[in-house]
């Protein structure tokens, strides 16, 4: 339903290459003045989404709205949307304050407000000191701003931004992804963000879809997604999962005992269960950080298993064990709170803890 | 011991100071020698004729005298003489017609051709080299045939009411830059191409994003990417098309004096040879002032097209 607070509204669009479906009815609602990330691997379609929306490309089949309005037949140029590119797609003939000037030129504004826009938002991006240069002068970091400085000054409804940091370095890159969501809640501009990258999503983002071969695989807040991942590829994409295949022996209400290749866990179902719990059969993830390690005890409680060290790899703040229990193998992060020697060494015997609450169904 | 160089690496090779002599001698040798002889001497020997008098019997005499330049540009000892300065406009008019015929043509080529699918891109190239195997004598002869009264170019302008029955799309000025664009059309296509297939056309997305519309689109964002092949290709067109005489005499009747025909003309029948070299060098002083302005105003990268 078209409403006051979505920015855009997306309904069952498809996008065909050739054979290829790059969006496969894909429906979405993005909300006024949120940071909405769409995540996934290359080829995703979360590329061509974007720039269906910002009009660079046409859907085969489906709806856009921008701001309650169908935007299908308006062209790019009059959309109230600005894209900023992941090659930055600086004019190499303008200096930067003619970059950034230019939205504001095509629309006609009169000089002097062009002068002042400008200087607001060279300022608040903090490239003034470079208003003069040419763009083949600039470091990445500095193109970066200056092709968001160009898009942010048309004031525009929706922000888009395909892989921005792509380019960048990593120090440079985490610092810019704070200027960013710093930048958004300050504007209150809607942006939509697309990346590959899951913790960058999960730093910046309100909401985030999940896509994979041209469909949302699951959509929600980050947390939800992390904690409460839908799919195997979701578990595996946002973070990493271990995986127990379960099989239910005995049901009570909103809880189960189920049989996994590690022994006999005991399993909540939440709120909200999804099909796959009802079903006898079913997959079980869980992040590595939940799981504790505690040394070797003749008694096992509720939810614990024995296990062998594997692996481990030490990673500065946290080691990261890797245990295999007969032919289950479990992946667990342990913070290194006690200096940095692990408290468990290659081959020793650890007893592992599966709390209920860090079981997650999955539905495939 | 001292820490003396021995000499260079080049490339993985090392050579000595003697080494890398004997290579840069070998190497250049040849083609230093060859512009010397038949390019720089003959032009210290027109520059310095240029500034000689007409002998009666011999070619060129002293006094030493700017006679010849003053009366190409009009004023020689018999007063004001449009002739010469004539003949100069004349044949910029010619050079800047022929530029902006072939920009007009060759602008579409060079997109349609940047345009074909790969495969296809190195035969459309090759279709607009082609004609250049032929001599160009050659192709404007062809020229004379495909523009005489009967033939079945000039039988569809009579059909089109364009021409009268019985008459020749030859000679006439018509013809003469039909034959100027085709001959001198590849060399505003070839760099303006290379210009064209290196268009980031991301910059044309970025540019519709912001708010531009398709003209302005290609103004802002792609005009400024062909510029460096564009204006390359203007040079290579004017220049030579300003100096052209053979295609003006062949499709034109030969009733005009071009600047070509000037020079050909002093050192042919007139036997004014000082006068001849005055004018060349006068055509090539015009020749380098608008290389010079060219090289001001495109910096590096026109120089490297170029």
Same mark, same amino acid.
């Given at each position: 339903?078209?409403t006051?607070?979505?920015?855009i509204?997306v309904?069952?669009?498809v996008?065909?290459?050739g054979?290829?479906?790059a969006l ?5 609602t993005? /909300? *006024?003045g949120e940071?909405?990330?769409l995540?996934? @691997?290359?080829?995703?379609g %979360?590329t !061509?989404? $974007?720039?269906?929306i910002?009009g660079?490309d ?6 856009l709205?921008i ?9 790019a140029?009059?959309?109230?949307v600005?894209t ?5 797609a600086?004019f190499?003939?303008?200096n930067?304050r003619?970059n950034?000037?230019?939205?504001l030129?095509?629309?006609k504004?009169?000089k002097p407000?062009?002068?002042e826009r400008v /200087? *607001?938002v060279?300022d608040l991006?903090?490239?003034a @000191?470079?208003?003069?240069? %040419?763009? !083949?002068? $600039? ?19 929706v922000?888009l931004l ?5 380019a960048?370095d990593?120090k440079?890159?985490?610092?810019l992804?704070?200027?960013l969501?710093t930048?958004?809640?300050r504007?209150?501009?809607t942006?939509v963000y697309?990346?590959h990258?899951?913790e960058e ?5 309100? /909401? ?9 695989e699951?959509?929600?807040?980050a947390e939800a997604l ?7 590829f979701v578990?595996?994409?946002l ?9 239910v022996k005995r ?5 189960a005992?189920?049989d996994t ?5 005991r ?7 999804g ?6 059969q ?5 992040r590595?950080e ?5 040394p070797p ?9 024995r ?6 790899i030490?990673?500065g703040?946290?080691?990261?064990y890797?245990?295999v229990?007969g ?7 342990v913070?290194n709170?006690?200096?940095?020697r692990?408290?468990f060494d290659?081959?020793?015997e650890v007893?592992a803890?599966?709390?209920?609450t ?6 495939d | 011991m001292?820490?003396t160089?021995k000499?260079?690496?080049?490339f993985g ?9 004997a ?6 040798g040849?083609?230093?020698a060859?512009v010397?002889?038949f390019?720089l001497?003959?032009l210290?020997?027109?520059g310095?004729m240029?500034?000689?008098?007409t ?11 700017l ?5 190409f540009v009009?004023f020689?000892?018999f ?22 015929l072939c ?14 699918p790969?495969?296809?891109k190195?035969?459309g190239?090759?279709l ?5 195997w032929?001599?160009?004598?050659i192709?404007?002869y062809a020229w004379?045939?495909?523009l005489?009264?009967?033939?079945w170019?000039?039988q ?8 009268e ?5 030859y000679p006439s000025?018509f013809?003469v ?7 001198y059309?590849p060399?505003?296509?070839l760099p303006?191409?290379?210009s064209?297939?290196?268009i980031?056309?991301?910059?044309a997305?970025?540019?519709?994003d912001?708010g531009a519309?398709?003209p ?8 400024p990417?062909v510029?460096p092949?564009?204006?390359a ?11 052209q005489?053979?295609i003006p005499?062949l499709?034109?009747g030969?009733k ?5 025909n ?5 050192f ?7 006068f001849?070299s ?11 002032l ?11 990268k026109?120089?490297?097209m170029?």
């Open positions: 339903m078209p006051e607070t979505a920015a509204e309904e069952n669009m996008r065909r290459f054979e290829v479906e496969s009815h894909v429906s979405v993005i /909300r *006024k940071f909405f990330s995540l996934g @691997p290359s080829g995703c %979360k !061509t989404l $974007l720039r269906i910002g660079l046409l859907p085969d089949e489906g709806v709205r701001g309650g309005v169908d935007a299908r037949a308006i062209p140029h009059r959309r109230p600005n900023v590119f992941q090659s930055y600086l190499p003939h303008l930067v003619d950034v000037a230019f939205g030129r095509m629309k504004v009169p407000e062009i002068a /200087r *607001k060279m991006v903090e490239i @000191p470079f208003a003069d240069r %040419k763009p !083949t002068q $600039l470091s990445g970091g500095q193109k970066q701003r200056v092709a968001l400085a160009r898009a942010i000054v048309n004031e525009p409804t922000l395909d892989e921005p940091l792509g960048l990593l440079l890159r985490k610092q992804q704070v200027e969501l930048l958004q809640r504007l209150g501009i942006f697309v990346t990258d899951q999503a999960l730093v910046m983002s309100d /909401r985030i879809a999940v896509m994979r071969a041209g469909k949302i699951q959509m929600g807040d992390y904690e409460q991942p839908r799919t195997r578990s595996q994409f973070g990493t999962c271990s995986l127990l295949e379960a099989t049901r009570n209400g909103a809880e005992r189920v290749p590690v022994g006999e866990l399993v909540e179902f939440g709120t909200e269960p099909g796959a719990a009802a079903r006898d079913f997959t079980l993830a869980i590595p939940k799981i504790t390690l505690s005890s003749a008694a096992l409680g509720e939810n614990q298993v296990a062998r060290v594997e692996q481990l030490y990673v703040s946290e080691t990261h890797t245990l229990a032919s289950q193998t479990l992946a667990v992060e913070m709170v006690r200096g940095c692990p408290e290659i081959g020793r007893i803890h599966l709390p209920p860090g079981l997650v169904v999955l539905d | 001292a820490n160089r000499g260079e690496v080049r090779e090392q050579l000595t100071r003697a080494g890398e002599m290579r840069s001698a070998f190497t250049s040849p083609g230093i060859w010397t002889v390019l001497a003959p210290i020997a027109i310095v240029s500034f000689l008098t002998g009666e019997k011999t070619f060129a005499e002293f006094p030493w005298t006679e010849n330049y003053k009366r009009g020689g000892s007063g004001f003489d449009p002739l010469y300065p004539q003949i100069i406009l004349r044949s910029v008019v010619l050079g800047a017609g022929t530029t902006v920009m007009a043509a060759g602008l579409p080529l060079a997109f349609f051709i940047a345009g074909l790969a495969r296809h190195n035969l190239l090759m607009v080299i082609i004609p250049f032929t001599n160009l004598l192709r404007t004379q045939i495909l005489a009264p009967h033939s170019i000039t569809a302008a009579v059909a089109l009411g364009l021409v029955q019985g008459a020749a799309l000025t013809a830059y039909i034959g100027m664009v085709c001959d059309l060399f505003l296509v303006l191409y290379s064209v297939e290196k980031d056309w991301t910059l997305e970025a540019a519709a912001l519309d398709g302005r689109v290609f103004w802002h964002a792609i005009v990417q510029a092949g564009l204006v290709g203007v040079i290579l067109v004017f220049i030579p098309a300003m100096g005489f053979v005499d499709l034109g030969a005009t004096v071009m600047l070509g000037a020079i050909a003309q002093q042919g029948q007139s036997r004014d040879w000082p001849g005055a004018i060349a060098f006068l055509g090539m002083g015009m020749v380098l608008g290389l010079w302005v060219y090289g001001r105003a495109a910096g590096e026109g120089g490297d170029l």
